[in-house]
């Protein structure tokens, strides 16, 4: 998912569009554009929907997500995809005693999973690449907001999404040990990352 810009470029040249023509089919700044080239920032959900239109790809391409095999679908058809995903981070806490779990709560609304909504998703990997490059023992999940109650529990610490910070005084309540914090509406956008992670780190140290 980092490598969108890149992604994004290879469409445009294929097309045979500038940097300002992109932005003006897309109703941004060129300035926008070429942020997303170099990686600095990424398009919001409609502007990926956008891009993908014109372009005539799916937002997984844009995204970089392969195609699942033709197992792999008839096993997620069977709801047989969770179990395995929620084994290996099992294998994963075991191999590692000492890692800690960050869980990001978001509306359940989505484009491409039932776990949260695609901008979520983007913020939830870029932190845990933040973590990983700071050799942080700390995984990163996103759940849809149904599931509170299932997953709470498993985390040490919660995060909010912007949809669905509204609700972060009951569920502190009712987590009173675990540290509780709302993303806002403005680092969610820009997919920053950086003051949350900062927070994170203060109270898991």
Known sequence: MLKIGIKIKELRQ?????????????NVTPQAVSKWERNESVPDIQTLLNISTLFNVTVDDILGIEK???????LKR??????????????????????????????????????????????ATKLSNLFKHANKNI??????????????ESANVLLLAPPFS???????????????FSISQKDYGT?????????IIAVLQ
């Open 14 to 26: 294929a097309n045979q569009l500038t940097q300002k023509s992109l932005a003006e089919k897309l």
């Open 68 to 74: 699942p095999s033709l197992f792999t679908s008839l």
């Open 78 to 123: 069977k709801g047989r995809i969770k179990m395995q995903e929620k084994a290996t981070v099992l294998q994963t806490e075991t191999l590692n005693g000492d890692s800690k779990k960050v869980i990001i709560f978001d509306m359940p609304l989505s484009l491409i999973s039932n776990d949260g909504l695609l901008q979520t998703q983007l913020f």
């Open 139 to 152: 995984l990163v999940e996103t759940v849809n907001s149904s599931k509170v109650k299932n997953y709470a």
């Open 166 to 180: 509204s609700t972060k005084e009951k569920i502190e309540a009712e987590y009173p040990n675990i540290p509780i």
């Open 191 to 199: 997919l920053n990352v950086e003051d949350i992670y900062k927070e």
